[in-house]
């Protein structure tokens, strides 16, 4: 067997960590930035909210449960989160070269070979993120030993990355008397999953598709990576929806575009909500539920309407985790009800949004 080839994390402001390449043999580049979870790097790296990223895994051990097969029914994948690799590359801490698990197929190695993605270890993570939590969010690039690494790094932030994620045509999913409109902006396949067990019919459509011409019962807004001020076809089309009161659920970016169609103002939090542990609270409520969580943006408490107001609130920071109409039938969540993997506390939402149909 051949030694790693070396291979160095370049950061924005001007740091440097030296490492170890895996996977596939090339530089990268992206917004660096960490997710606390102890397990799911299957689903981590297939989530599409992490387009344009390079992600870095905090709990030291990865790899060595293997990757699971790639089988999908009925379009939707068993196992994973999307149809393929989203980030741009994987910061690690400790590759176990072994790996074992009733599942497994392949090794996380083989895995990022087979997709086309870099990955390093023997990297420092825990320094890494202390860097992340104090700097923030940081642009960077992983650069493989003999590599020329005199390169830019565009700020993914600037692009529309619910573009490079979103379904290109209308799919249908699932039957029943009850008709859902899902928004894709980067839709996690347990989320399908959820909606279509609930027994609906379910119409996913691209981010900047004008559904208002479709007979539906009511509408899903779902997650996605990037900017929300993006996206304002999506906006414009939710805030035509509004005016027929049909119900509406947001999930994620899905709470971000919810609220914006609702005149509320998002902006970019300092280094994002990334883990399987986040608490929130209910408004108006002592309930705390925890959470899982995959965005770089919040919506700001203070803009929203007279109409509108919080449901859930993060009890690290205080930022908005989801909103409410007063008297209409809209609600979202800024948090991962689906939560692939866990936790699953607050799957009820799902329940609560098919009552409303």
Same mark, same amino acid.
Not at 22 to 49: I, N
Not at 72 to 87: A, P, Q, R, T
Not at 114 to 128: H, V
Not at 191 to 200: A, F
């Given at each position: ?16 960590? @030296? ?23 299957? *689903? ?12 870095? #895994? ?10 699971? $097969? ?12 999307? *149809?393929?690799? /989203? ?16 599942? &497994? ?31 923030? &969010? ?9 590599? +020329? ?33 899902? %928004?894709?902006?980067? %839709? ?24 208002? +011409? ?19 076809? &999506? ?19 899905? +709470?971000?575009?919810?609220?914006? &169609?609702?005149?509320?103002? $998002? ?12 608490? #929130?609270?209910? #408004? ?8 899982? @969580? +995959? ?13 509108? *107001? ?14 409410? /109409? ?7 969540? @800024?948090? /991962? ?21």
């Amino acid at each position: 067997m051949q030694p790693n080839k070396k291979a160095t994390l370049f950061l924005e402001n001007g740091l440097e960590f @030296q490492g170890f390449l895996f996977g596939y043999e090339q530089p990268a580049h992206g917004e660096v930035v960490f997710s606390t979870a102890m397990v799911g790097y299957p *689903e981590s790296l297939t989530d599409p909210s992490y387009s344009g990223q390079i992600l870095c #895994v905090t709990y030291p051990l990865v790899g060595n449960y293997g990757v699971p $097969t790639e089988h999908f029914s009925n379009g939707i994948s068993s196992y994973f989160e999307s *149809e393929k690799i /989203h980030v741009r590359a994987l910061i690690i801490s400790d590759y176990s070269f072994n790996y074992s698990h009733w599942n &497994a197929v392949r090794s996380l190695d083989t895995w990022l070979k087979e997709q086309k993605i870099p990955g390093i270890f023997g990297i420092d993570t825990r320094e890494l993120t202390k860097i992340l939590r104090e700097k923030g &969010a940081m642009l960077g690039k992983i650069v493989p030993e003999g590599c +020329n690494g005199d390169f830019s790094v565009p700020d993914p932030n600037l692009e529309n990355q619910v573009d490079v994620v979103s379904c290109k045509e209308v799919i249908k999913y699932g039957s029943g008397e009850k008709k859902v409109v899902l %928004v894709d902006c980067g %839709v996690k396949h347990n989320i399908l999953r959820c909606l279509i067990k609930r027994g609906v019919e379910l119409i996913r459509v691209p981010w900047n598709y004008d559904f208002n +011409n479709l007979e539906y019962d009511g509408l899903f807004i779902s997650n996605g990576p990037g900017n929300p001020e993006l996206c304002g076809e &999506a906006v414009e089309n939710i805030r035509k929806a509004m005016n027929n009161d049909k119900p509406i659920f947001g999930i994620c970016m899905g +709470n971000q575009l919810l609220s914006r &169609a609702g005149g509320a103002k $998002t902006f970019k939090l300092k280094y994002g909500h990334r883990s399987h542990n986040q608490p #929130v609270r209910m #408004v108006g409520s002592d309930k705390c539920f925890i959470t899982s @969580q +995959n965005h770089g943006f919040a919506v700001d408490n203070n803009t929203l309407g007279a109409d509108w *107001e919080p449901l859930f609130i993060n009890m690290n920071d205080g930022t908005n985790e989801g909103i409410r /109409h007063k008297t209409k039938p809209f609600f979202s969540a @800024q948090f /991962h009800p689906e939560a692939s993997s866990g936790p699953t506390d607050t799957e009820f939402l799902f329940d609560e949004f098919i009552k409303l149909l």
